[in-house]
């Protein structure tokens, strides 16, 4: 190996320093919910690559479609209209705010088109945000540490706390204040939003309001409800960024499972079974300003072949090579097995936690949860994530019996092709891991057993709700 590879891998969540040392570093290949790391060692895969696969590694159906156009051709001259409108209709057809749509290829760009619609349409500036929605300069401003954007981008967007209407309001406030408060007129800076110095730079009412609808805590009663009533007040477009929720907690994203539907909204991930493909969608009076995203592989047929094939499945089911149509609409069967088994593996870790007083819990919702340990400080009152470290690193090594489930320590997804049978393999593997970290905190030895280092927190300027 070189190392010529910036930070040992293309994405931050994969960087070797987001796990403990002993990790499995690479892998190779995947079938269904297993994956093989590069020393030839099976797993059961619970991030499925980030959230990317829903379906399952290597599916029938979407791999032979993603063949068939690789054998017809990856990318043409000209558009595949028939492909392109064929996709576009099934998000159409399954989400509440979608009445156009523009193809992308990662969730930053989506966004990132999100946001220029938003300031074209209104002709306004201010961005308020919630959430982590991508590494581009205008949110990544938002952070107290912002490497190479400029702070002069600071007041342009405008933070604030998930199910905190209160702190919506004050980002709002705080947005007007730096000006006359009349919409559409341009403005100088009067105030330091976040307690940054002021750039004198002309600035103009709020654009948008962009959140994602839910990550690990679920909205409280009225929250959506209030910042769809705030952002029609304000004059502003709601998106929401359905990265992580769309195709998971529900077919038509988390705005048709809590009624409230956005402006625009941004899917990707789990749309193109692991394929790169993301999209903007929205009402078709803003998506008129969508054509200012633009890029070569913008309409690359691969990832829409996919995605096609990706999307079908949560329209109709498969059976022995048939269409087979599903039975419930409402809430299709591929996220409501999701749901199923991620309910059954957080209530089985919670109880083992419970039954062997490990102070650790599973939280979140159960297609998207997260692993907590209660840490204790390192001797300079610094946090640590010693016992997680351990935890995960046996979990890894030290399973019930071949294959070994690979959490990720910030989050765990659920796939189609996870089974009952995983769940339980996993839980006795857990239980074992769990006893592991208790004898290591009777010893006195946690931070002395984890093999190498243990995981660094995610940086400053990459933090979630």
Same mark, same amino acid.
């Given at each position: 190996?070189?190392?010529?590879?910036?930070?040992?891998?293309?994405?931050?969540?994969?960087?070797?320093?987001?796990?403990?040392?002993?990790?499995?570093?690479?892998?190779?290949?995947?079938?269904?919910?297993?994956?093989?790391?590069?020393?030839?060692?099976?797993?059961?895969?619970?991030?499925?690559?980030?959230?990317? #696969?829903?379906?399952?590694?290597?599916?029938?159906?979407?791999?032979?479609?993603?063949?068939?156009? $690789?054998?017809?051709?990856?990318?043409?001259?000209?558009?595949?209209?028939?492909?392109?409108? +064929? #996709? %576009?209709?099934?998000?159409?057809?399954?989400?509440?705010?979608?009445?156009?749509?523009?193809?992308?290829?990662?969730?930053?760009?989506?966004?990132?088109?999100?946001?220029?619609?938003?300031?074209?349409?209104?002709? *306004?500036?201010?961005?308020?945000?919630?959430?982590?929605?991508?590494?581009?300069?205008?949110?990544?401003?938002? +952070?107290?540490?912002?490497?190479? $954007?400029?702070?002069?981008?600071?007041?342009?967007?405008?933070?604030?706390?998930?199910?905190?209407?209160?702190?919506?309001?004050?980002? %709002?406030?705080?947005?007007?204040?730096?000006?006359?408060?009349?919409?559409?007129?341009?403005?100088?800076?009067?105030?330091?939003?976040?307690?940054?110095?002021?750039?004198?730079?002309?600035? +103009?009412?709020?654009?948008?309001?962009?959140?994602?609808?839910?990550?690990?805590?679920?909205?409280?009663?009225?929250?959506?409800?209030?910042?769809?009533?705030?952002?029609?007040?304000?004059?502003?477009?709601?998106?929401?960024?359905?990265?992580?929720?769309?195709?998971?907690? *529900?077919?038509?994203?988390?705005?048709?499972?809590?009624?409230?539907?956005?402006?625009?909204?941004?899917?990707?991930?789990?749309?193109?079974?692991?394929?790169?493909?993301? %999209?903007?969608?929205?009402?078709?009076?803003?998506?008129?300003?969508?054509?200012?995203?633009?890029?070569?592989?913008?309409?690359?047929?691969?990832?829409?072949?996919?995605?096609?094939?990706?999307?079908?499945?949560?329209?109709?089911?498969?059976?022995?090579?048939?269409? #087979?149509?599903?039975?419930?609409?409402? *809430?299709?069967? $591929?996220?409501?097995?999701?749901?199923?088994?991620?309910?059954?593996?957080?209530?089985?870790?919670?109880?083992?936690?419970?039954?062997?007083?490990?102070?650790?819990?599973?939280?979140?919702?159960?297609? *998207?949860?997260?692993?907590?340990?209660?840490?204790?400080?390192?001797?300079?009152?610094? %946090?640590?994530?010693? +016992?997680?470290?351990?935890?995960?690193?046996?979990?890894?090594?030290?399973?019930?019996?071949?294959?070994?489930?690979?959490?990720?320590?910030?989050?765990?997804?659920?796939?189609?092709?996870?089974?009952?049978?995983? #769940?339980?393999?996993?839980?006795?593997?857990?239980?074992?891991?769990?006893?592991?970290?208790?004898?290591?905190?009777?010893?006195?030895?946690?931070?002395?057993?984890?093999?190498?280092?243990?995981?660094?927190?995610?940086?400053?300027?990459?933090?979630?709700?």
């Amino acid at each position: 190996m070189s190392g010529r590879v910036v930070g040992g891998a293309q994405t931050l969540s994969k960087m070797p320093e987001r796990f403990p040392g002993a990790y499995p570093r690479s892998l190779v290949r995947g079938q269904g919910a297993r994956v093989v790391g590069d020393g030839g060692h099976l797993f059961i895969d619970w991030s499925c690559a980030l959230g990317a #696969v829903s379906l399952g590694y290597a599916n029938f159906y979407v791999d032979a479609a993603v063949r068939e156009q $690789v054998r017809r051709g990856p990318i043409f001259s000209l558009p595949d209209v028939e492909l392109e409108e +064929r #996709v %576009a209709e099934r998000i159409c057809a399954l989400v509440p705010c979608a009445e156009a749509v523009r193809f992308t290829k990662t969730g930053s760009e989506a966004t990132e088109a999100a946001v220029r619609v938003a300031r074209a349409a209104t002709g *306004h500036d201010i961005v308020l945000t919630c959430g982590y929605h991508s590494w581009y300069s205008w949110h990544a401003a938002t +952070r107290e540490e912002h490497p190479g $954007v400029p702070d002069w981008m600071e007041p342009l967007v405008q933070p604030f706390q998930y199910n905190d209407l209160k702190s919506l309001d004050l980002a %709002a406030d705080c947005a007007w204040s730096m000006g006359d408060g009349r919409p559409g007129r341009a403005f100088g800076s009067t105030g330091a939003p976040r307690g940054k110095r002021s750039t004198g730079l002309a600035v +103009r009412g709020v654009a948008a309001i962009i959140l994602e609808p839910t990550l690990f805590e679920p909205p409280a009663p009225g929250f959506l409800e209030g910042v769809r009533e705030r952002a029609t007040r304000l004059g502003a477009v709601l998106i929401f960024d359905e990265m992580v929720t769309g195709f998971r907690w *529900h077919a038509g994203g988390a705005q048709a499972l809590y009624g409230v539907t956005p402006d625009l909204a941004t899917f990707g991930k789990a749309m193109g079974n692991g394929y790169p493909i993301s %999209a903007l969608v929205g009402r078709a009076d803003l998506m008129r300003w969508a054509r200012l995203a633009s890029g070569t592989f913008g309409g690359d047929c691969v990832g829409l072949a996919a995605a096609d094939a990706t999307l079908e499945r949560y329209q109709v089911g498969w059976a022995e090579g048939r269409r #087979v149509e599903c039975a419930a609409r409402e *809430h299709d069967d $591929v996220t409501a097995h999701m749901w199923r088994l991620g309910a059954d593996l957080i209530d089985g870790y919670n109880a083992l936690a419970g039954t062997l007083g490990a102070p650790t819990r599973m939280e979140g919702q159960p297609p *998207h949860p997260r692993i907590v340990w209660g840490e204790v400080p390192g001797p300079d009152g610094s %946090a640590n994530r010693h +016992r997680a470290s351990l935890f995960f690193q046996a979990l890894a090594q030290r399973p019930c019996g071949p294959p070994a489930p690979l959490f990720h320590p910030d989050g765990i997804n659920v796939m189609l092709a996870h089974g009952a049978e995983d #769940v339980a393999h996993t839980l006795a593997s857990i239980r074992k891991a769990m006893l592991r970290v208790l004898e290591a905190i009777e010893r006195g030895t946690v931070r002395e057993e984890i093999v190498g280092h243990s995981i660094n927190p995610a940086p400053p300027w990459r933090t979630t709700q």
